[in-house]
């Protein structure tokens, strides 16, 4: 069974971006059952450039990609989601809907690369980081026994790749 992720930020178009892409290259390449989701709770209606530039640099297509609402996510037919990571501060500090199936919630932080110094250039370097930081996360994800781990077990291990 498809183990599924939703990843959260505010405006849905750079850090949550980020972690969608890598979850689901990293998944594929490596031959899991998961597929990554992104949204926001108040969507900006627009991916970042730098990060749709940084997951095609990581060889990932990234047509199709948008901004979408959470509101997405909890209506009739959405995919039941079995983790909800959020990748924002401000994200993890809003109220969140109610998700069927009561997924397993955790916060993984990110600075967000949007706001880095040094114009574009700055901008470019600090979201190839924060992919590459995201992704990293995302690898060790897909290294847990997902199919068998219960809710709260999953829950300790996610929190423990949280700390690392």
């Known amino acids: 069974m498809t183990t599924n992720v939703l990843i959260l930020c505010t405006h849905n178009s750079a850090r949550s971006v980020l972690g969608e892409g ?3 290259h990293w998944a594929q390449k490596l031959g899991k059952d ?27 297509d990234t047509a199709g ?15 039941q989601m079995r983790v ?13 809907p109610f998700w069927p199936g009561s997924p397993v919630n955790v916060h993984w932080g990110y600075a967000d690369p949007s706001n ?8 470019r370097q600090a979201f190839e980081l924060t992919r590459e ?3 990293y996360r995302m ?5 847990l026994p997902l199919n068998t ?3 709260t077990d999953l829950q300790q291990a996610l929190n423990r790749i949280q700390q690392s």
């Open 133 to 135: 930081a995201i992704g």
């Open 34 to 60: 998961v597929r990554a989701y992104s949204a926001g709770s108040a969507p900006s209606g627009r991916v970042n450039p730098f990060a749709l530039e940084a997951l095609t640099n990581a060889g990932i």
């Open 116 to 123: 880095a110094p040094g114009g574009d250039e700055g901008k």
């Open 84 to 96: 909800v990571i959020t990748v924002c501060d401000s994200a993890a500090a809003e109220e969140c």
């Open 22 to 24: 890598m979850l689901n």
């Open 65 to 79: 990609y948008r901004s979408k609402s959470w509101h997405e996510f909890v209506a009739p037919g959405a995919p």
């Open 139 to 143: 690898l060790q994800l897909l290294a």
């Open 149 to 151: 781990l219960g809710n």
